[in-house]
């Protein structure tokens, strides 16, 4: 655990700014004035006018100085240590992401392969998401070249262009570290020139994204007029599993809908066909024929509904201000209208239809 600033010895701040101002010693060391200062209370830009080091490379420096401190606990190669020593800390900042072991494997292999910073960027990046698997790929080690080969690999097989693919080969090839990670990127060599094997097609697949794309499937009670006791009749359905699946032997028929608000909370839905006549209000433009939805479950009078009522016995939809003195078999949830068909002779329609 870092000690409180309280218990640290106090730093002279002017000798560390000098310092830094003759850039003298190496840039480890400088990453690390960087940071004594800061923990001191200076701000960066206060650093920044004192020594001219900028705040972004301060960051770099410190966060590449803490990275070459973690691998020197882990070891390293003298070649290694010493390169670094001298130079690098760019590359050393992108390994801030690694583990402290993954770190010191990484730089070893970066010194030996002197590669840059952009490397180290990309490297440390694959290596990364390769050290999240439970075991390594078959033909690749726990290693970081063997980790950027992997991904090289990954690449090779998802290209079709056979320029880009040789590309990416040699890529692979020039990263990998052991045989078998070679092995296994040679095999995608030799396979340039084997026959394409036609691919499977793509699946047709669909998903649905809405409330209102699951159907709502209502048993047909029949056709006004319909008598009082067909309405009882009517089995109540249940729809089951993520596609509303309904398994029913009524004979009556079906009817379904998309699945709006008001007829998923419908409970007990019966559906019956007939015209505006049966229906206690007239519209302008009626269409031929509509569908009237009840639901059984709702028998409980309010002011605010329709409901279906007995008749002679027959089925009669009404409205009523106070309690009816009949029982009550429904309550109207919705009455459905077919499309209207548009007639190009009307100036109406086609205004409608663009809108």
């Known amino acids: 655990m870092t000690e409180s600033t309280e218990n640290q010895s106090p730093i002279d701040t002017e000798a560390l700014l000098l310092m830094l101002r003759r850039k003298e010693g190496n840039w480890v060391g400088w990453g690390k004035a960087c940071q004594q200062l800061q923990k001191a209370g200076l701000n960066p830009q206060d650093i920044f006018e004192g020594t001219g080091f900028e705040p972004i490379q301060q960051n770099q420096i410190i966060v590449g100085a803490q990275v070459f401190d973690s691998m020197i606990r882990v070891g390293i190669a003298p070649a290694t240590e010493a ?16 583990s402290h072991e993954d770190r010191a494997a990484t730089a070893d292999y970066l010194c030996n392969r002197n590669i840059d910073s952009a490397g180290s960027k990309e490297i440390a990046k694959a ?53 078998e990670a070679r092995s296994q990127i040679e095999k995608l060599l030799t396979s340039l020139t084997a026959p394409s094997q036609k691919l499977a097609p ?18 047909l009670a029949g056709m006004f007029p319909v008598s009082s006791s067909v309405l009882a009749d009517v089995p109540q359905i249940s729809a089951t599993g993520s596609f509303q699946i309904i398994k029913n032997n009524w004979a009556g028929g ?16 019966v559906a019956i066909i007939g015209d505006l006549e049966n229906l206690p209000f007239k519209m302008s433009n009626q269409p031929p024929e509509t569908i009237v939805v009840l639901d059984r479950s709702v028998t409980e009078w309010n002011e605010f509904s329709y409901f279906a009522i ?13 309690v009816p003195d009949v029982p009550i078999l429904a309550k109207l949830v919705l009455v459905i209208h077919p499309k209207r068909p548009i007639d190009p002779d009307n100036p109406k329609d086609l205004w409608e239809l663009e809108d």
């Open 83 to 98: 390169h670094y020593q001298r130079m690098g800390s760019d590359s050393l900042y992108e390994l801030r992401i690694l």
């Open 202 to 219: 793509a699946l047709p697949i669909y998903r649905l994204e809405s409330d209102e794309e699951l159907p709502r499937t209502i048993p």
């Open 310 to 322: 007995d008749r002679d016995g027959k089925i009669a939809i009404e409205w009523f201000d106070t």
């Open 127 to 179: 290596f990364k998401e390769f050290s999240y698997m439970r075991q390594p790929p078959d033909g690749f080690t726990h290693h970081p070249g063997d980790a950027i080969a992997y991904q090289y690999w990954r690449y090779i097989k998802q290209q079709v262009d056979l320029t880009e693919k040789t590309r990416l080969i040699a890529r692979g090839l020039m990263f990998a570290h052991s045989q």
């Open 254 to 269: 079906w009817v379904t809908f998309p699945g709006w608000g008001v007829l998923c909370k419908a409970e007990d839905p």
